[in-house]
């Protein structure tokens, strides 16, 4: 791999590969697949992570249902209060009008970062509805009409049609970036692979007397390992041995990890995040913790790699549609809506073996408003568009060019 590591990743990675030596002497080898037995039934589950998938799987493409969707159609999407309240059955699937579960309930969530800061997850939930209201409002009114500085409406972008707001940003780009961060990452980083969540109240003890959740087959920290592996490979088809077919099975952090590891400068990264994945669960079925926790920090660390590789990557793939002769804005602003995403999922990073994001909400707030500023995308420079992938880059172990091929 040619992409720079971080020290803790250079001196794992070669015992992640075949096996991992603990405290008492003992090997753990790494799971060909992610497949864990107890009485001859499987212990993992993660079917709370596939199904908010899932939902979001259908709420993006009603964003830009303009004969069928209503602003309480896909509010009801992202709530999913149909049975508290709730007017409309949202999805096509009955089973996800069924579900107890939605998506708003985790966007901002997780343990470690949220659950002293609850003003700031409300206003980052609310922020979804937000864009998801304004889609309605501003966008589905002005569809047929031809985009420009202050007016939302439709763009030319080669063959396909974009729908965007009066800067210039498409709101369904916003919504689905955002969320690979303010659900998946964040759930996945600073929940339940962190050391609060795993080790919460007798977990531990629980986890080395065997003692199971009640009336299941798994113990508590092994279900909550393998949510944060739903939130990753939840909708694969073969989710014990998800490579095959990464980047196929959903529009979220899994086609995004693939995308990255399609780039020469960042190959490996999905195996090496599958192996931390399934060798950390191998070493709580061990009650091997050090090795566990040394699994989740590797994963942070390529987590967050992936959120702010596609950052640079669509903000210079935005520039260098801006920065022609005739610049081609409907190219540009689907891109930059997209790196708009990213950017916003980058308050939900994590540096490994801390407690902080690779930037802060304040420091995205400050990217944004430079994206947002006078008329938007219909006036940002590509100096400033260099200017904030070197800043992000500069947080990171990859170059801008590693990042922008």
């Known amino acids: 791999?040619?992409?720079?590591?971080?020290?803790?990743?250079?001196?794992?990675?070669?015992?992640?590969?075949?096996?991992?030596?603990?405290?008492?002497?003992?090997?753990?080898?790494?799971?060909?697949?992610?497949?864990?037995?107890?009485?001859?039934?499987?212990?993992?589950?993660?079917?709370?992570?596939?199904?908010?998938?899932?939902?979001?799987?259908?709420?993006?493409?009603?964003?830009?249902?303009?004969?069928?969707?209503?602003?309480?159609?896909?509010?009801?999407?992202?709530?999913?209060?149909?049975?508290?309240?709730?007017?409309?059955?949202?999805?096509?699937?009955?089973?996800?009008?069924?579900?107890?579960?939605?998506?708003?309930?985790?966007?901002?969530?997780?343990?470690?970062?949220?659950?002293?800061?609850?003003?700031?997850?409300?206003?980052?939930?609310?922020?979804?509805?937000?864009?998801?209201?304004?889609?309605?409002?501003?966008?589905?009114?002005?569809?047929?009409?031809?985009?420009?500085?202050?007016?939302?409406?439709?763009?030319?972008?080669?063959?396909?049609?974009?729908?965007?707001?009066?800067?210039?940003?498409?709101?369904?780009?916003?919504?689905?970036?955002?969320?690979?961060?303010?659900?998946?990452?964040?759930?996945?980083?600073?929940?339940?692979?962190?050391?609060?969540?795993?080790?919460?109240?007798?977990?531990?003890?629980?986890?080395?007397?065997?003692?199971?959740?009640?009336?299941?087959?798994?113990?508590?920290?092994?279900?909550?390992?393998?949510?944060?592996?739903?939130?990753?490979?939840?909708?694969?088809?073969?989710?014990a041995n998800p490579l095959a077919t990464l980047g196929e099975d959903d529009s979220f952090l899994n086609k995004y990890l693939a995308r990255v590891d399609n780039d020469d400068d960042f190959s490996g990264i999905a195996q090496e995040t599958f192996d931390a994945l399934a060798l950390g669960r191998a070493a709580i079925v061990g009650g091997q913790y050090d090795v566990r926790d040394e699994q989740a920090d590797i994963i942070r660390e390529n987590i967050s790699i992936v959120i702010g590789v596609r950052a640079v990557y669509y903000l210079q793939s935005g520039k260098n549609a801006l920065d022609q002769e005739t610049p081609d804005y409907g190219a540009a602003f689907h891109d930059l809506s997209e790196a708009y995403g990213f950017i916003y999922s980058l308050q939900f990073t994590r540096v490994p073996g801390s407690d902080s994001p690779y930037f802060t909400k304040t420091d995205v707030d400050a990217f944004l408003a430079q994206l947002e500023e006078g008329n938007g995308l219909w006036d940002v420079t590509p100096e400033t568009l260099d200017n904030l992938t070197a800043e992000i880059a500069g947080q990171f172990s990859f170059t801008v060019e590693e990042a922008a091929n």
């Open 1 to 239: 791999m040619l992409r720079l590591k971080s020290f803790l990743t250079l001196i794992l990675v070669s015992s992640i590969l075949i096996s991992c030596d603990t405290d008492d002497g003992t090997k753990i080898e790494v799971p060909s697949s992610y497949e864990f037995t107890r009485n001859s039934e499987s212990t993992v589950s993660f079917s709370g992570q596939t199904t908010r998938i899932q939902m979001g799987h259908e709420l993006l493409p009603a964003m830009l249902d303009f004969e069928n969707s209503t602003e309480e159609l896909l509010l009801q999407m992202y709530r999913n209060q149909s049975e508290n309240g709730g007017d409309v059955d949202p999805f096509e699937s009955s089973e996800l009008n069924a579900a107890t579960k939605n998506i708003k309930g985790k966007v901002a969530a997780s343990t470690d970062f949220f659950s002293n800061n609850t003003a700031v997850s409300a206003e980052i939930k609310n922020q979804f509805e937000a864009w998801i209201s304004s889609q309605v409002e501003e966008v589905f009114p002005n569809r047929n009409t031809l985009a420009a500085p202050g007016q939302p409406g439709q763009i030319a972008d080669g063959s396909s049609t974009r729908y965007v707001n009066g800067k210039g940003l498409e709101y369904n780009q916003l919504v689905g970036k955002s969320l690979i961060g303010a659900l998946m990452t964040d759930q996945m980083l600073n929940n339940y692979v962190s050391v609060s969540v795993l080790d919460a109240g007798t977990n531990r003890e629980d986890n080395n007397d065997g003692n199971l959740a009640e009336g299941k087959n798994y113990t508590n920290m092994e279900h909550k390992w393998d949510e944060a592996y739903g939130y990753l490979f939840g909708t694969s088809a073969d989710p």
